[in-house]
């Protein structure tokens, strides 16, 4: 089944005590993305990746660290989570240039206490 | 600034009601449009393409160039509508905004 799969689904950390979500596709998508989710605020790119070892800052890309060096791997680093990091985080992959269509995990349900 | 908004953040509606989710963009050129939805613990989805010019789910999206909108239109809502909508232009090829979300209950 063509999937966007990340783990971990929840999380609930310390200030400070790095983390990693990692997030995986099958469908051989050139164009990976992180976004995060918060009310009133909608989805908000932190970071996104056109190919291999071709990574791009979105509009919150601080405090967060990105490596692409698989095509189907795109994981998201916290290095020193912050309370301020506490949100829902989605990652995404697509065939941008062709489709424009973005296919999302289920989600990654993070809090820094 | 280049932005995408959606007055509201909350809609109801009556079943079989019409309904009409709005969406603003301030984009220059022409971005490509998309409605992504949201049911309830599920994964965001495409709803619908502008480029498609199609309907799904009975749903139809109008882009009015000279307003900058892509307002979302059903004209009878159905409870299993109840969901997150989202608007997302694309204003180039690696760049997808989503706005804010509108959240729509269908009341039975």
């Known amino acids: 089944e063509a999937q966007v799969t990340q783990n971990p689904r929840y999380l609930i950390t310390v200030t400070g005590k790095k983390l990693t979500v990692t997030c995986s596709q099958n469908?051989?998508?050139?164009?990976m993305s992180w976004y995060r989710q918060d009310p009133g605020l909608g989805l908000r790119q932190i970071y996104y990746?056109?190919?291999?070892?071709?990574?791009d800052k979105g509009d919150v890309p601080e405090g967060y660290k990105v490596s692409r060096k698989e095509k189907r791997n795109f994981p998201l680093i916290l290095e020193s989570p912050s309370p301020n990091q506490t949100s829902l985080y989605f990652c995404?992959?697509?065939?941008?240039?062709?489709?424009?269509?973005?296919?999302f995990g289920e989600g990654s349900r993070l809090t820094v206490l | 600034a280049q932005r995408v908004t959606q007055p509201e953040k909350l809609l109801s509606v009556f079943k079989g009601a019409p309904v009409e989710l709005k969406c603003n963009y301030s984009?220059?050129?022409?971005?490509?449009l998309f409605w992504y939805v949201q049911y309830s613990r599920q994964r965001l989805q495409l709803l619908l393409r502008?480029?498609s010019r199609e309907s799904i789910k009975g749903f139809t999206a109008d882009l009015n160039k000279g307003e900058t909108s892509f307002h979302l239109k059903k004209p009878f809502a159905q409870e299993e509508d109840s969901a997150m909508y989202y608007c997302?232009?694309?204003?180039?090829?690696?760049?997808?905004?989503f706005g804010p979300g509108t959240s729509l209950s269908v009341i039975p």
């Open positions: 990746s056109m190919n291999v070892e071709v990574t």
């Open positions: 469908m051989n998508h050139e164009y």
């Open positions: 984009y220059s050129g022409s971005p490509e």
């Open positions: 502008h480029i």
């Open positions: 995404a992959s697509s065939l941008l240039r062709l489709t424009g269509e973005l296919f």
């Open positions: 997302a232009p694309s204003p180039s090829y690696d760049k997808v905004i």
